[in-house]
């Protein structure tokens, strides 16, 4: 079974300009999660969505961030424009049954290491 | 109040020891799920062991296995015959129900632990 996919790995660009990065979830599962790593700390939850609804985005900056996941499968996280406190690393996750159960394990991708200039 | 600690930044063990690393969490929502995942170098974070709120007995999953002391709101982690391949972050994670219902929302990480094993 393959896992979570995330594309690119590393980018690297400058202040004030826009990315973006995309996520191709396990096949089957339903919630898809958008996480922030900041060097030396835990992951932190930007976005929830459970098929193509949101969840949960409590924490996701809405000024300068957004997502979609527009058929329920595959979801892109931009960020316009950057700045330098968005240097991290941009995890991917989904789980197959989603809000649902406690015990739902979330399976992360590879990540997209974000350097800001 | 942090909801999940980890107070050990850094540990190290010798090749083929045991070695647990501690968490410990915060919260008033009786149903939840503690979760162990390990991040190597390479970044990608690797699940490892679940231990739910109503669980009996300690999760075991070959050598991760959980000592959950629910009364003492710990979920400590113990690897047994530490291998080289082992050194890398470990990350504490807890899964609660979204405040006011009865859906389940997203992890909340620690700080985590970088664990050395030494040959």
């Known amino acids: 079974e393959a896992g979570v996919a995330q594309s690119p790995r590393y980018k690297i660009i400058e202040k004030r300009q826009s990315v973006a990065f995309w996520c191709n979830p396990i096949s089957g599962h339903a919630t898809l999660y958008w996480y922030q790593q900041i060097l030396g700390q835990g992951p932190k939850l930007l976005i929830q969505f459970q098929n193509n609804g949101v969840v949960d985005d409590s924490q996701l900056p809405k000024d300068r961030f957004s997502a979609e996941r527009l058929k329920g499968v595959d979801s892109t996280l931009k960020i316009q424009p950057a700045k330098l406190e968005d240097s991290a690393v941009y995890l991917c996750a989904s789980s197959l049954a989603g809000t649902r159960r406690g015990t739902d394990t979330q399976y992360f991708g590879p990540g997209t290491r974000l350097t800001v200039l | 109040a942090q909801k999940i600690t980890q107070t050990q930044p850094g540990m190290f063990v010798q090749e083929k020891e045991a070695v647990t690393l501690d968490c410990t969490y915060d919260?008033?929502?009786?149903?939840?799920?503690l979760f162990w995942y390990k991040q190597p170098s390479s970044g990608e974070m690797i699940f490892l062991i679940y231990?739910?709120?109503?669980?009996?007995q300690n999760a075991t999953e070959g050598r991760y296995s959980l000592n959950f002391q629910k009364a003492r709101k710990s979920a400590n982690l113990v690897i047994s015959a530490s291998q080289l391949g082992d050194s890398a972050m470990y990350f504490c994670a807890m899964r609660e129900r979204i405040p006011g219902g009865t859906s389940y929302g997203k992890l909340t990480f620690g700080q985590g632990t970088i664990l050395t094993v030494h040959p």
């Open positions: 231990q739910g709120s109503y669980d009996q």
């Open positions: 919260t008033s929502d009786p149903s939840y799920g």
